[in-house]
């Protein structure tokens, strides 16, 4: 998975806001699990925080987990930002508060996580700015 809290954040360097979406390498991570390249344990290696998280702010995918097939599948955002209050802030429903939208420069990231399994996987980052 990518690193967290890496940020491109230079002062009067402009972000052009716009999205990364991770589902390909997803995909291929799925399918090389399901042919036996890698292993369960490799790749469903979520952490406590991570499950904690996932439990109080996860929002329902409404969809099965892609490698145990269970429904407890949600999404988790987290923001981060050299500029935020508070980096890595958790994003309940993938709403940002409206204070830290309105002037600040962020990435945000949309992982999905099993409670089974432990399953994660980067789904999206968003890069947000100001052009
Ligand atoms: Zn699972």
Redesign the pocket.
């Known amino acids: 998975m990518e690193s967290f809290g890496r940020s491109r954040d230079e002062p009067n360097v402009p972000r052009r806001t716009g999205t990364v979406d991770h589902r390909l390498l997803r995909e291929n991570l799925i399918r090389n699990y399901r042919t036996g390249r890698v292993s369960k344990e490799e790749i469903?290696d979520a952490t406590e925080e991570l499950l904690r998280v996932a439990d109080n702010f996860g929002e329902d995918a409404l969809k099965?987990?892609?490698?145990?097939?269970?429904g407890?599948?949600v999404y988790v955002g987290f923001a981060f930002g050299a500029r935020l209050p508070s980096s890595g802030q958790v994003v309940p429903n993938g709403v940002l508060l409206e204070d830290t939208v309105r002037s600040k420069e962020f990435d945000m990231y949309q992982v999905e996580v099993?409670?089974?399994?432990?399953?994660n996987h980067l789904v999206q980052k968003h890069v947000i700015g100001r052009d």
């Open positions: 469903c099965p987990c892609p490698i145990c097939g269970a407890n599948l099993c409670k089974d399994c432990l399953w």
